[in-house]
């Protein structure tokens, strides 16, 4: 099936592993042209930037350097996340404000640096990487789950804002993944005891019975991103194996 991605222009922030690196490869199997980005010096990408994502400047610098050699972004994909097992009233304020600016602001930042140009063509996609807890808040990641939220109502509020102006703007709600998040040395598992037991246990609680694989999530970013999803904008898909029920 043609996605029509061939020629796109994309830029994937926190790509040097994970979701998105796959979500990278598979944008450039259909023949997208991706751009990187993340504090690693290398990356999956076809031109990689380096950059901390989470600092005033840092996703601004992404943008502008995908523009300046490539002409433009047609697809922006806020991938860039940091979680930790915190109990709530452990919080610091350096922990909420570090989660903020990386869960948060480097989409903020990304997005406004994008949007110029979507405008003045008329087009342009963007991808927002929330997470399941940001529609049920996980009470083992309480500022993950509420900065996470946030990315919800960015992407709604995008989506109403720059419709009129031909762009598309969706979040992606994943669970449990299979990437070095979890699986990790001092990943999420780790931090919450014997890493098979807790894998077992975090899987088993997926109807689907097991944690999604990096594929899985990055081919429903792919298609947000392509154009057989142009009348798609302002939503949150749920790619969680049946993990948040939909409320009717």
Not at 88 to 104: A, G, H, K, M, P
Request: net charge negative.
């Amino acid at each position: 099936m043609d996605l029509g991605l061939e020629g796109r222009i994309c830029v994937v922030t926190g790509a040097s592993e994970g979701i998105g690196a796959v979500a990278t490869r598979q944008l450039q199997a259909e023949g997208a042209t991706v751009v990187t980005s993340s504090r690693r010096s290398d990356g999956p990408g076809d031109l990689h930037v380096a950059a901390d994502l989470s600092r005033p400047g840092g996703p601004e610098r992404v943008v502008t350097i995908a523009q300046d050699t490539l002409g433009r972004v047609d697809c922006l994909v806020n991938n860039v996340g940091w979680a930790e097992i915190h109990r709530f009233d452990e919080l610091t304020e350096e922990i909420w404000e570090r989660s903020w600016q990386i869960n948060v602001m480097s989409a903020v930042r990304a997005t406004q640096a994008v949007l110029p140009g979507m405008r003045e063509r008329g087009a342009g996609v963007i991808v927002n990487v929330s997470s399941t807890a940001g529609k049920r808040p996980s009470t083992g990641m309480p500022e993950y789950s509420v900065t996470k939220a946030a990315m919800l109502s960015l992407s709604r509020l995008v989506a109403d804002l720059y419709a009129k102006d031909g762009i598309r703007c969706n979040a992606v709600t994943p669970g449990p993944t299979a990437t070095g998040a979890w699986l990790g040395e001092g990943g999420l598992a780790d931090q919450q005891g014997s890493r098979e037991e807790i894998l077992a246990k975090v899987g088993a609680g997926r109807p689907l019975g097991r944690l999604a694989t990096p594929e899985e999530i990055a081919a429903v970013i792919v298609f947000l991103c392509c154009d057989r999803a142009s009348y798609v904008t302002g939503a949150a898909w749920s790619v969680d194996g049946g993990t948040v029920p939909i409320i009717i």
